[in-house]
């Protein structure tokens, strides 16, 4: 089963309205008429509206970082799934480890808004990843079994095969640590042996598993060239129009 590698651009709290239209403008510029590979960025909720309007009719696909699973109510400072395809927005981040460490949110929690992400025809990226102290006591699959199993609860294998898992080591999260391509692929393989568990071998074979932390142009190619991992998902260096897009044309053609 061949997979169309997904790079996507997770901006964090980065960027202005201006600097949002520029680095849209660069990027557009930057990966035209790259082949084999998807991209797509994901602004703070201000920018959100921008990216859409500038990208409109561009191959670059925009998303979320984050949203809460109602609809709408008393919820301060909260966005809603209906808020996000209201304003075009094709994809939403969910469970990043930023979300989970700093902000508290859980396995059950984040599988709701999974849930909701999908009846609102919003494609989830479920983020998944150890700690460093999870990855010496032996603990990765377990714990990213677990994040993946509460996130994908309730879920079918149609619904499923929409959804972009994650694979995020904490330890290499903005921290210039990379796992090496053999440490990767093989928490990839195991996400996908899961996957085939939860939802059989086909659709587990069709759904993209990327890899994030620490992903730049020189260590893209090495990392991508692994049989399960299809994609990254990039922080620090998709602030930048030259690297996200030095990433986006080593994984294309
Ligand atoms: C991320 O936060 O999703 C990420 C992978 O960050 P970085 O590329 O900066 O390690």
Request: include cysteine; hydrophobic fraction near 45%.
């Given at each position: ?63 979320a970082?984050n949203m809460n699973e109602a609809e709408e ?5 909260e966005i809603s799934p209906v808020m996000l395809t209201d304003v075009?927005v094709?994809?939403v981040?969910l ?18 808004k999974v849930r909701s992400a999908l009846a609102h025809d919003l494609?989830p ?129």
């Open positions: 089963m061949s997979r169309t590698p997904l790079i996507t651009g997770n901006w964090k709290m980065h960027k202005t309205l201006a600097a949002t239209r520029t680095l849209v403008a660069e990027l557009d510029t930057a990966i035209d008429g790259v082949a084999g590979v998807d991209a797509a960025v994901a602004p703070p909720f201000t920018a959100l509206e921008t990216a859409v309007s500038a990208l409109q009719g561009k191959s670059i696909a925009v998303g970082q109510g008393a919820f301060t400072g075009g094709s994809f981040i469970g990043h480890s930023e979300r989970r460490a700093i902000f508290g949110e859980d396995d059950e929690l984040v599988g709701r494609q990226y479920l983020c998944c990843g150890e700690t460093r102290e999870q990855r010496e006591a032996n603990e990765t699959i377990a714990v990213v079994r677990r994040q993946l199993q509460a996130g994908l609860d309730g879920i079918d294998a149609h619904r499923a095969a929409g959804i972009v898992v994650a694979y995020e080591p904490v330890w290499a999260i903005g921290t210039g640590l990379t796992a090496t391509p053999e440490q990767a692929q093989a928490v990839h393989a195991d996400i996908r042996a899961l996957l085939a568990e939860l939802f059989g071998g086909s659709t587990a074979a069709a759904m993209r598993i990327q890899y994030g932390g620490s992903v730049k142009p020189g260590n893209a190619a090495e990392l991508m060239s692994q049989p399960d991992i299809d994609g990254a998902l990039v922080g620090g260096a998709s602030l930048d129009a030259d690297s996200f897009a030095g990433i986006v044309r080593a994984v294309g053609s």
